[in-house]
């Protein structure tokens, strides 16, 4: 698993993780940034953890060096959980069909950042959130599964985010679950 910061949907993912049906485990949580929060939670619930920071690297000798950690770790699918860097093709393609992502919004709606004020901004009746394999395409790969979210009247893009990110919690376990699963048994 891949993160940037607090780590909210890897804690999700990895709690889930926990559950006796769960198909999928966690082997590894990397970070670009040392700091990272979510390092710090991962490692007291005894997950391993890697650190690399990208400044001074260029993108595809950082993206090795991640792909490297991970295959090392035993990893067989690769959950994007607030990672905010955009990966090099060659990753990509490394992990094609083993790779998904959540994103705020309702996609193809408002990829990239600033979700919520967009949503906002245009009058839209629900925001949300989507899982989707990911490609090579910024948020562009096949959508595994969207929840929608009800813009209330007075709404913020942080009284928003904060309702979307409970719906993130729910919909991404379940969809990195049925990814696994169906890999274990296909049909």
């Not at 690399?52 to 792909?67: E, V």
């Not at 994007?80 to 992502?101: C, D, H, P, Q, S």
């Not at 919004?105 to 009058?123: F, M, N, Q, V, W």
């Not at 629900?126 to 948020?139: I, N, Q, R, S």
Request: aromatic content about 4%; glycine content about 10%.
């Amino acid at each position: 698993m891949l993160i940037s910061g607090s780590g909210t949907n890897m804690a999700a993912l990895l709690y889930a993780s926990r559950t006796a049906d769960c198909p999928y485990e966690i082997v590894l949580v990397a970070s670009n940034d040392p700091a990272a929060t979510g390092l710090e939670l991962a490692a007291a619930e005894g997950v391993p953890t890697f650190a690399l920071p990208h400044r001074g690297m260029n993108r595809t000798a950082h993206d090795l060096a991640m792909d490297t950690a991970l295959r090392e770790h035993g990893a067989q699918y690769v959950a994007l959980a607030g990672y905010m860097r955009i990966l090099t093709a060659e990753f990509v393609g490394r992990w094609e069909g083993r790779m998904l992502n959540i994103h705020p919004s309702l996609l193809p709606k408002y990829t990239g950042l600033h979700t919520h004020e967009r949503a906002l901004a245009a009058g839209d009746t629900h925001a949300g959130c989507t899982v989707h394999m990911v490609t090579a395409e910024l948020d562009d790969g096949p959508a595994l599964g969207q929840i929608a979210v009800a813009v209330l009247p007075g709404d913020t893009a942080g009284s928003l985010a904060a309702r979307v990110l409970i719906a993130e919690h729910q919909l991404y376990s379940r969809c990195l679950a049925e990814l696994v699963a169906g890999a274990q048994n296909p049909a």
